[in-house]
Every structure is written in C-alpha cells, then in structure tokens.
C-alpha cells in the first residue's frame, strides 16, 4: 500500500506556516508500516488542485489530503474532490444538523457559510467531527481510495487515528499484505563531510542492496536517501541515508521495515552497531548522539559517569558554549560555569593570561588552566579566536583554538579553521569545541585522567 499525502493551502506555499501536518502523517504511516513516497503542497486553486490529486491516484494507491475544508470561499478541497470523481456535491442534512449542533453547545448560531461544509461528493463516506465542524471524507476512486481531513492538527491527527488508519489497515489485509512497521534512528555525527561518511559507509551500503536484491519490491517506505540501500528481502528493508544539518554536524538515519517495534528495535540495534564499528575504524568517535540527542547531551554524558566537573572560558563564543550546556537538566552538579573574557583586559586580569597576543595557542591554554581554577572544576575548556570580519593578532577569520585543561596536567590545545560568516563561525567553534570535550574526556578511564590523582572524587 502507497499512500501519498497532499497538502492544500496557498499559506504553505508562502511559508507562512510550516507543514506540520505532513511530517506527523508520513511519521504514524510509517509507524504502521505504510509506505508513503510522495509529499506534495499546493495552493487554494481547485485546477491546480484537481491536477495535483490526479497525479496522486496515478502512482499512489490512497491519498490523503489535508485542508481545505472549511467554510469559506477558498476552501474548495470538497469541489476539487468532485471534479476528480466526476460526481455531484449533495448536502448532507445529518452533517448540517452536527455543524449546528457545535454552534450551539458554544451559545452560537451557525452561519450559513458553515453549510458548505455539509457538502459531500457523492458516493463518499463522512468521517464525523468530534473537534470542529469540518467532517473528514472516504472517497472511493475504483480500487483506490482518497481521503480528506481538515487542516487544523488536532482535527486531523484525530481523524487519521479514529478512521483512516483502520480503513488502511483493512484494505492492506484485504489486498493480503502484511502489516508492520517501519522504524528509523538517526546517528549524529561531527567532524567528517557528508561526501566523507557517503564513502566510508559505502561498502555498507552495497551489502544491504546485495541483501535485499532477492525481495524485488521498494525500500522501507520509500525512505531511501542519497546512497542508501536496500529493498525488502526475507531480512527486512534496511536503508542508510544521510541529512546535512550545517552546525549541527551530519545526520546517518538508519531505517528498517519490520513485522512488529521489537523485531525493528533489535535491527536498528544491530544496523546502529555496524555503522559505529564502521565509523571508529581510525580510533575516532565521530558519533556523538541518537536521535534527538545534541551534543551537550553527551557532554554531560562522559561528565556526569565520572563525576567531573567543568568551568569554561569563552572569547569568540561569547557565552555560546555555557548557553547550551545549560539547556541540559540537572547541569549543575557538573557545570561549575563560565568567564565570558570577550575584552583582553578579562583574559589578563581574570584569567590571568599573560599580556600579549589573545588569538594563540598560549592564550587558550591559560585560559583554559585559569577557568579550571578560579572555579575550581577538574575540567577546564576554553575557546579563543576570529569571528571576523576583520583578522586579529594576524590572524585571519574562522581561526579557533581550543584550550583543554584536565586535572593539574598542562592545558592542550587544538587550532582549527572553521567557514562561513560571524555567526557561523562562533557556531562552529561551539560544537567543535564541545566535541573535543566529549571525546578527549570519554576517552579517559572514569578513575580519573593521567596525572591527575584524586580527580572526580
């Protein structure tokens, strides 16, 4: 069963709201182990409409639209419907009476605009209203079907749950298809490009096509991406696609279709461990979250399991890097806080960094040393450098250098050259230096780093 979803609005074509509606559908379809391979928007124009639902039925076996329904003259998704199956529009004197009977639970009287929304095509079937006065409709289209929900979520969330997924679900065991579900999880990664992952997992993703060769039908619910694989065979479509997400680092989503959530939980599990080993072949854990998991998460990860703490100080960053370590609960009983040394003058007199040149290796290393000890924390992380436009101590913008101070060894510190304008490159400096932290401290037994005795006690 494919199922494509039509969006009706002139507002979504002018971003004027995001589409909401769509993401929520293709992810419960999914869930019920639907495939859904086309997502389409168009505007309040019943031609343009009638095209986009005919085109629709051509490649896809149900439609479900969204908006469109409600009582004025732009809502003209039932009209639309009409012409495309070729039938009448007949009042439905019980779907008037409901509308009225919404109204007046709410001390109102109906307008007469509202008895448009009685307007059925005929043949079709009412998904009544528990929320609004829009009803939801079930046109049949010979073995295909089209559905209509109204645009408001709630109203459509509710009426997919209530009626569409049931009569799916149906028409699949109808039709002798299994049912199932179609999972995803998403690998976070920093510090390797999408064309990088592409190459090193590419190997990977030969195996899954090579595995799912012998199923001969579509991937899992057509969620194949750049680069992944795989098509339905006697293990289950397996795909590996890739999402650039700019100064949140590179997303790996790994998608499975399965009989049921355990079966997709345990591969996801096994897919997610393939891709890690994959991943650390050079010894670097470039995977630093799942799913919704951000970077700070995992900082205060490695932190919290040592019982470490960490003071900041932050130049280019201007507060960046503190501002989201302390978006994470319970960030207190790690987080010691931070010195915000914008002005060299901070970087001398608080820090106490040596008079001189602040964009250096030297600087960030005191910093980092001075961080750790004015508030008194086992970690201490500093970032210095050029956000531009303008070059500073010679140096040129996107110059970062990152200071790490752990126990009473001597700070290191890591130069990097990051792109993009002011903003971008304050950004890249943050999660940079944040995954440097994560990493060079997960490395490190939870007794305590060398040199260091008594640390994390």
């Not at 494919?2 to 993401?23: F, P």
């Not at 960030?364 to 450098?385: F, H, N």
């Not at 999660?431 to 440097?436: F, G, Q, V």
């Amino acid at each position: 069963m494919r199922v494509e979803i039509v969006a009706v609005g002139t507002e979504l074509l002018l971003g004027q709201i995001a589409d909401t509606n769509s993401a929520w559908l293709g992810e419960h379809l999914a869930a019920a182990g639907v495939s859904s391979h086309f997502h389409q928007a168009v505007g309040d124009n019943q031609s343009r409409i009638v095209l986009a639902l005919r085109t629709a039925l051509a490649r896809s076996d149900a439609v479900i639209t969204c908006g469109g329904l409600g009582p004025t003259h732009d809502d003209i998704t039932r009209e639309a419907i009409a012409e495309v199956l070729n039938v009448p529009l007949r009042r439905d004197e019980a779907v008037v009476e409901a509308i009225r009977a919404m109204f007046s639970s709410r001390g109102r009287e109906m307008p007469d605009a509202n008895l448009r929304q009685a307007d059925v095509p005929e043949g079709a079937a009412i998904i009544p209203q528990t929320m609004g006065t829009a009803p939801g409709l079930i046109c049949p289209v010979g073995a295909k079907v089209l559905y209509a929900v109204p645009g408001v979520p709630y109203e459509m969330s509710d009426m997919f749950t209530r009626a569409i997924l049931p009569d799916l679900e149906a028409r699949m065991r109808a039709n002798g298809e299994r049912t199932g579900t179609i999972a995803s999880r998403v690998l976070r990664t920093w510090g390797m490009s999408e064309s990088g992952l592409a190459d090193v997992l590419a190997g990977r993703i030969a195996e899954l096509d090579e595995e799912a060769g012998a199923g001969g039908t579509d991937g899992a619910g057509g969620t194949d991406g750049a680069g992944a694989g795989g098509r339905e065979g006697e293990r289950g479509a397996t795909t590996i696609a890739f999402l650039a997400s700019g100064i949140e680092g590179i997303k790996v989503r790994v998608t499975v279709r399965a009989p049921d959530d355990r079966t997709a939980a345990a591969r996801l599990d096994v897919e997610e461990a393939t891709i890690r080993s994959i991943l650390a072949v050079d010894g670097r854990d470039i995977v630093f979250g799942v799913d919704d998991e951000a970077i700070e998460d995992a900082v205060a990860r490695v932190l919290h399991d040592r019982r470490w703490t960490l003071g900041l100080a932050e130049s280019l960053t201007g507060g960046l890097v503190g501002s989201r370590l302390a978006n994470v609960p319970g960030a207190n009983s790690w987080f010691r806080g931070g010195v915000i040394s914008y002005a060299s003058e901070v970087k001398f007199d608080v820090l106490g960094v040596h008079p001189g040149p602040v964009v250096c290796e030297t600087a960030a290393a005191q910093m980092a040393e001075g961080a750790r000890r004015i508030l008194r924390a086992d970690v201490g992380l500093s970032l210095t450098g050029v956000a531009g436009p303008a070059s500073q101590d010679g140096k040129p913008p996107g110059t970062v250098f990152i200071g790490l101070a752990l126990g009473e060894a001597p700070a290191e510190v890591t130069e990097l050259t990051v792109p993009g304008d002011r903003q971008r490159i304050r950004q890249y400096a943050t999660i940079s230096a944040l995954d440097l932290l994560r990493r060079r401290v997960g490395a490190l037994p939870v007794g305590g780093p060398p040199g260091a005795p008594g640390l994390g006690g």
